[in-house]
């Protein structure tokens, strides 16, 4: 169990209640028991890509609205783990199905975490700047054009260290995921195109 199996299986739950969906149903609707389904939701099992799209028509909503903000690239890490007895039952034309639903996905993710990305860096020189200004500026006339007090001054400083402190680590990840949601998309397309086998050919 980890946080993307909590976090889908509470998506689906709630998603489910919205339908007035029993979980017995559900199940049935997925062909699978209903303890099964009960895991999925618990977190206590991983939902393969498959089964997320399967999911996502019955609550007709686009595949990527289901599984959530981020969560793209973690559903290529979850149908990767799936046992080799699994992925042998898919055919060719199911194969390349899901890696065009993959690529969706990550295709949709990667451009939301650009854009954060890029608001990011954005504000980020001007952190620099504010900096620099509040290094070199007498705190007198600072606190006489602002009108405020020294203590002011000093918690304004913090404040202006402290989130680029805080920002510095979001941008090493986000750019990690942008890399690596690249080299995914980048693997989904040469499979579509009948260059790469993503998935063990049937023995």
Known sequence: ????????GKRIQDFRRQKGIT??????MMNI??????????????????????????????????VGSGMGSEIVLAESERSQEQRNY???????????????????????????????RDRMPRLEMQTRILGIEDE?????????????????????????????????????DVKSLKYAIRECAEFIAGNKQLLPRRT
């Open 1 to 8: 169990m980890d946080d993307f199996d909590i976090e889908l």
């Open 23 to 28: 979980q017995e149903e559900l199940a049935d």
């Open 33 to 66: 028991p209903r303890s099964t389904m009960s895991k999925m939701e618990s977190g206590d099992r991983k939902i393969s890509a498959k089964e997320s799209k399967k999911l996502s028509e019955i609550f007709a909503m686009p595949l990527d609205s289901l």
């Open 90 to 120: 898919e055919t060719p034309n199911e194969q390349k199905n899901l890696a065009e639903d993959l690529r969706r996905i990550l295709i949709s993710q990667f451009a939301a975490k650009q854009a954060t990305l890029r608001g990011i």
């Open 140 to 176: 007198a006339a600072w606190c006489s054009r602002h009108q405020a007090t020294v203590e002011d001054l000093e918690n304004y400083k913090r404040d202006i260290l402290s989130e680029r402190e805080k920002q510095l680590p979001v941008v090493a990840r986000l750019e990690s």
